[in-house]
């Protein structure tokens, strides 16, 4: 019965440069599971693609509400893409929840594919429709194909005996068979996964393969569906690629970072969402020496990081924004002991519990100022879920250097959203040192005494030594007090507090010495000036901005764009880079918190544009903005 | 003078205080547990570069400051957390933790307890003087119900920990108790607290002069003592008074009773097993007195096995490694779906 699996006989196929799907049903359907491995079956036959999974915090909210719907989305192209895609162009609807919680987003024209055995009266009322939208006309701007999932995957498993309420479990992959068909995705890794993931339930691996095998087969052989698609592969630099969330490649990027910097790495942390498969990940990684530790509280995963960098190790911990709340004391601390602490922020949606499983770029203002006294903390941001691993490395490379607590900021669309990742060679990353103290230490200045002087600072980076427990001649005590400088010992001296608090601050901003110029994407006017307006965006937004840039230029207007990995400090040219541009637009996933630091720091007059909708931006919404700002000109619409 | 472990060099308390002057009040009882710790020190045969104190806020807290040994003066109620992660990533250091009663029974009481029933490997001596001292005088969360202070002066209303049984609940592993104005028992229970190997707690009972002054004069007075202290000593019957006349006896109700022995006869008092894994009765002793203004243990009342946490961590990291062998960080990135996109043909 496999013979006609993965291969596409009779009926031609119609080639597509792009195409953006969303799996929604219950969320105890798997559409996350049918979504990412969709995806991963894209990404083998070379696709480009970049993802939005979308779920409820609820781990199972009523069945058939829409509180309980979970969406997937997916955007496959044979070219460069660089957001999950603003409006789906086809939906799979699992039942009349997910098709309600989801048909308004899709662009006009599309193809709506349903369970059609989930609209019964009951499930139509759980959902809100006073009459069935698949009768009414509601969806008569788009083609509708009624599929009957759940009796086609109950008739195909029959042969494993399954009970009928397991075997109906199996819908999802019949769903992906599917659309493997319609998109021509061979299903023998989708084959793969089930046996190797259900590998302990014969009978699980049996109903699942024989459910995708009967959605493949249902789409080749009954006459509902015209023809299927094909998105060819895009072009991609020679490499070896993977498929990584943010969540995974920051965990990644933390085992890099302490390899590079020969130290062990220690995990201090508190579950919670978005940020715990960070946690999950590491904890797996025993073999590389990672200790995790999962505290009693955000407060103790902080502190016992903290401890551990005292001892030496590459200390990090992970949370979210409710817990960084409770972390700033420990972070403060951190400032004073001026040792390397790396705080990985999730960000999601506030104020207070907000919207856990939801983006949100809120936290910004949070961890530049969230402290008492001046207690400032270099802030680095990952721009896309790839971008993770470097900005991790980043993150540990500027704590290790500089003797500093620093974040690292992502959000819950890089944490669970995925891409393609061409892997970095790992013998081009750049060492870390640690360069830790050794005795006898510099002497005070010309005195000689051989006294170690824990706060005595490079002169280039202003570090203070780094000096772990464990050698004769180094023992100190650090503390929260305010220190003397050289010695560290406890002073309340007002100009050694004056001269502390600037030695502070002064080393935190020659960071910006360490790091590379902000870089400009302007292609210019045709005149050969620069373009009237700059469009300056940080961590997640940085897809949709630049999507957006490249539509505003299709239309032949000009206009350039940044985009900052380092939040403190700045890159060095960047006031330079603004005071060139008439005009600045600060897209971000807030109320303005970017466009608030440029203007104070630069006298810039930044305009913001922000969205607070718990997912993240259009290009559209983007493109609308920057052509508003351009005077509305432009000769016509462009493609996606 | 010392008896060091080998390669450990022979020290004195004074190659053990740090040059800074000492700023507890005059009078303050943590002068004489400094001594002791400083006193003690030598005769451990640890190295003092491989010795960390870790303290949070509070008057104890400065203790780190006057010690010559690797140091963190931290934030309020956290020194176990952050003594926890040093522990964990550096077993090969002696940590202590040095905390007060708002310190650890407070801010901190979650830290404390996790500390505990985690058994990570350090010793936590507890300074209790049951007087919030460098706040200047508020009730804490040890002083008894009624407590006339600044932030109470119609008297509190919070029932007090007890310490002990706090750790007793928590299932710690080493559970002590001595006082400040005896630096030979101290001494006797911050060595065996040190040599326990897991999570080991001491009260010390610790007289604040200007806040809180005479607050265990009726059971660590001079004159007092006698009658007052009851020392626990493993396997022996538990006596105490002027020539031992009094003791203690677990009634078949389950209630412990302080009795004279000539009326009772020895055989009949209860003999103290510090080993005892339930830790039931050592929490009846824990609650022998309701307060220290009746007869009072001191000494160690619980020192179990149990493996500590840290070498658990350790145990299981090499678990892992013998299964898995060394991380391999090329073989972790390509650990999910891969596919290879060729030069492009020219």
Redesign the interface.
């Known amino acids: 019965m496999t013979s006609t699996v993965g291969r596409r006989e009779g009926r031609d196929a119609r080639s597509l440069p792009s195409v953006v799907i969303r799996f929604a049903g219950d969320s105890g359907d798997g559409m996350q599971v049918t979504g990412d491995r969709f995806t ?1 079956e894209s ?2 036959l ?1 696709n480009d693609f970049v993802t939005l999974p979308n779920f409820p915090a609820e781990i199972r909210a009523p069945a058939g509400t829409l509180a309980g719907v979970s969406a997937f989305q997916v955007h496959i192209a044979d070219h460069d893409i660089l957001t999950p895609g603003d409006a789906p162009s086809v939906l799979v609807a699992m039942n009349p929840a997910a098709l309600r919680a989801n048909v308004a987003d899709m662009a006009p024209g599309g193809v709506v594919i349903v369970n059609s055995d989930a609209f019964d009266e009951r499930s139509l009322a759980k959902a809100g429709y006073a009459s069935n939208p698949l009768e009414d006309g509601t969806l008569s701007g788009h083609r509708v194909y009624e599929v009957p999932m759940t009796s086609l995957t109950l008739e195909a498993c029959k042969p494993t005996g399954a009970k009928p309420r397991d075997a109906e479990r199996s819908k999802n992959f019949f769903a992906l068979g599917l659309l493997s068909w319609m998109y021509q995705r061979p299903l023998d ?1 989708a084959l793969e996964f089930v046996a190797t993931r259900y590998a302990t339930r014969p009978l699980v691996v049996e109903a699942n393969s024989l459910a995708l095998r009967a959605g493949w087969n249902f789409g080749e052989t009954a006459e509902l569906f015209e023809s299927s698609y094909r998105v060819p592969p895009r ?10 969330t943010g969540n ?1 490649a920051l965990a ?1 990027g933390l ?2 970072a302490a ?1 590079l910097a020969g130290l ?1 790495l ?1 995990l ?1 942390s508190y579950p919670i969402t978005p940020a715990s498969d960070v946690l999950h990940e590491l904890a797996k ?7 995790t ?1 999962q ?3 955000e ?2 995963g902080a ?11 590459l ?1 990090v911990t992970t949370t979210s924004g409710p817990g960084i709340d409770l972390k700033s ?2 972070i ?2 951190a400032v004073s ?1 001026e040792l390397p602490l790396v705080v990985v922020d999730i960000q999601r949606g506030g104020p207070s519990t907000g919207l856990p499983t939801k983006t949100e770029q809120a936290d910004l203002l949070h961890v530049m100022y969230g402290r008492h006294g001046e207690a400032p903390v270099p802030v680095v941001a990952a721009s896309s879920p790839a971008h993770c691993f470097e900005a991790a490395i980043e993150a540990a490379r500027i704590a290790i250097r500089y003797r500093t607590p620093v974040y690292l900021l992502s959000d819950g669309y890089l944490a669970n959203g995925s891409e393609p990742w061409r ?2 060679e ?1 013998s081009e990353l750049a060492p870390i040192d640690p360069a830790f103290a050794t005795p006898p230490a510099r002497a005070g200045d010309g005195e000689g005494t051989g006294e170690f002087e824990p706060y005595a600072r490079d002169p280039e980076t202003l570090a203070r030594p780094w000096a ?14 305010e220190r003397h400088d050289l010695t560290g ?2 002073s309340y001296d007002p100009a050694n507090h004056e001269k502390m608090v600037r030695l502070r601050a002064e080393r935190i901003s020659r960071i910006a010495s360490s790091i590379p110029e902000v870089e400009v994407d302007d292609p210019g006017t045709p005149g050969g000036g620069p373009s009237p307006l700059l469009v300056l965006g940080w961590g997640s937004t940085y897809g949709a901005i630049t999507a957006a840039v490249r539509r505003v230029r299709a239309r032949g207007l000009s206009v350039a764009s940044a985009h900052l990995v380092h939040l403190n400090p700045f890159p060095p040219n960047l006031g330079e880079v603004l005071r060139r541009y008439g005009r600045v637009l600060v897209p971000e996933n807030n109320l303005g918190h970017l466009a608030r630091l440029v203007r104070a720091e630069f006298l810039v007059d930044a305009i913001p544009f922000g969205k607070v909708a718990g997912v993240p931006f259009r290009v559209g919404e983007i493109e609308r903005a920057i052509v508003d700002q351009l005077g509305g000109a432009g000769s016509g619409e462009a493609g996606s | 003078m010392s008896a060091a472990g080998p390669g450990v060099p022979a020290t004195s308390r004074k190659d053990w205080a740090s040059d800074q002057e000492v700023r507890w009040c005059p009078g303050c009882g943590d002068y004489s547990i400094l001594a002791a710790v400083q006193t003690l020190l030598p005769e451990l045969g640890v190295a003092r570069e491989r010795t960390v104190f870790v303290s949070g806020i509070g008057c104890a807290a400065r203790f780190p400051y006057y010690m010559s040994t690797y140091g963190m003066h931290t934030i309020h109620g956290r020194a176990p957390a952050i003594a926890t992660g040093l522990a964990l990533s550096r077993p090969d250091l002696d940590v202590w933790v040095v905390t007060g009663d708002g310190d650890a029974l407070s801010i901190g009481g979650n830290h404390l307890v996790h500390a505990l029933r985690r058994n990570v490997n350090m010793t936590i001596l507890l300074f209790n003087n049951q007087i919030y001292g460098l706040t200047k005088g508020q009730f804490s969360p040890t002083s008894e119900l009624g407590k006339v202070t600044k932030s109470t002066p119609f008297g509190s209303l919070d029932r007090p920990f007890n310490p002990i049984a706090l750790a007793l609940g928590a299932e710690a592993t080493f559970v002590a108790r001595t006082h400040d104005m005896d630096r030979r028992h101290m001494m006797e229970v911050f060595r065996r607290a040190h040599d326990h190997k897991g999570a080991a707690l001491v009260e010390v009972y610790q007289n604040c002069n200007v806040f809180n002054d005479g607050a265990f004069e009726q059971v660590t007075g001079r004159a007092a003592r006698e009658e007052m202290l009851v020392p626990l000593e493993h396997g022996q019957p538990i006596r105490f008074g002027a020539d031992l006349h009094k003791g203690v006896v677990l009634r078949a109700d389950g209630r412990l009773e302080i009795v004279e022995v000539a009326d009772v006869g020895e055989s009949a008092l209860l003999v103290h097993d510090e080993r005892r894994e339930d830790p039931g009765i050592a929490f009846l002793l824990a609650h022998l007195a309701r307060g220290p203004f009746e007869p009072t243990p001191i000494g160690v009342f619980r020192a179990v096995e149990r493996p500590d946490y840290g070498s658990l961590v350790d145990a299981q990291i090499d678990e892992v490694r013998r299964r898995k062998g060394d991380g391999d960080l090329a073989e972790l990135l390509r650990s999910g779906t891969t596919w290879s996109v060729g030069e492009p043909a020219s």
């Open positions: 991963t990404a083998i070379g890794s072009e991609l630099a020679p490499g070896t690629y993977t498929n990584v995974t990644w085992i890099a390899r062990p220690f201090g990684q025993k073999h590389f020496g990672v200790r530790f505290a009693e509280d407060i103790a502190g016992a990081a903290l401890g551990a960098a005292f001892g030496g190790a200390g004391e420990t403060g601390l002991l892997l970095p790992l772990p427990p464990g050698t004769s001649g180094l023992e100190h005590r650090l503390g929260g007090l010992d406890v």
